[in-house]
Antibody, heavy 119, light 107 residues
Framework: QVQLVQSGAEVKKPGASVKVSCKAS????????VHWVRQAPGQGLEWMGW????????NYAQKFQGRVTMTRDTSISTAYMELTSLRSDDTAVYYC????????????WGQGTLVTVSS | EIVLTQSPEFQSVTPKEKVTITCRAS??????LHWYQQKPDQSPKLLIK???QSISGVPSRFSGSGSGTDFTLTINALEAEDAATYYC?????????FGQGTKLEIK
């Protein structure tokens, strides 16, 4: 069965960086883009960008350009999202999600990783 | 960026009631509109794709309609387990965007 398993919760100070991992199993990792979506406490869903695991190509939301880097390690079927220069309003649950191109939907999601930014 | 506006933002409903949630896009997106359900402390779950297409394993009481700029999610004969927040999502244009969510409370 398809699974996306994310790394554990993080607490960071303002100005620091965080790197969240997303390990895929149950499908061909290279065959599906991985997107990252975040959700601030009590708020809605915010799209951050995607990575093509096959080529390593990326596309980031303008809001995060310059602060976010998405990478992957195909040998271990894992995608990563690194966010730098953290601020308090980056406190959120970060989700990875598999993008099913034929339906243009996020058909499987990771369990989420809570990143707390606090001094 | 496509802005998706959902209404209502909150609704308190009784079991067996019929619920309608709307999602309006700031410009036409064809049928590239999808619906997700998110229960507390869970990840979102795909309910409907391409405005009206059903998803395997999702109860048949969930249905969708619409195209262009106006879309609707309908839940027939609401059950207690449907207490959740519902989001629409458009994949027609980058950046992907979501509606602000509709929280359903079961009385």
């Amino acid at each position: 069965q398809v699974q996306l398993v994310q790394s554990g919760a993080e607490v960071k100070k303002p100005g620091a960086s965080v790197k969240v991992s997303c390990k895929a199993s149950g499908y061909t990792f290279n065959g599906y883009y991985v997107h990252w979506v975040r959700q601030a406490p009590g708020q809605g869903l915010e799209w951050m960008g995607w990575i093509n695991p096959n080529s390593g190509g990326t596309n980031y939301a303008q809001k995060f350009q310059g602060r976010v880097t998405m990478t992957r390690d195909t040998s271990i079927s894992t995608a990563y999202m690194e966010l730098t220069s953290l601020r308090s309003d980056d406190t959120a649950v970060y989700y990875c999600a598999r993008f099913h191109s034929s339906s243009s939907t996020f058909d499987y999601w990771g369990q989420g990783t809570l990143v707390t930014v606090s001094s | 960026e496509i802005v998706l506006t959902q209404s209502p933002e909150f609704q308190s409903v009784t079991p067996k009631e019929k619920v309608t949630i709307t999602c309006r896009a700031s410009q036409t997106i064809g049928s590239s509109l999808h619906w997700y359900q998110q229960k507390p402390d869970q990840s979102p779950k795909l309910l409907i794709k391409y405005a009206s297409q059903s998803i395997s394993g999702v109860p048949s009481r969930f249905s969708g309609s619409g195209s262009g700029t106006d879309f609707t999610l309908t839940i027939n004969a609401l059950e207690a387990e449907d207490a959740a927040t519902y989001y629409c999502h458009q994949s027609s244009y980058l950046p992907h965007t979501f509606g602000q969510g509709t929280k359903l409370e079961i009385k």
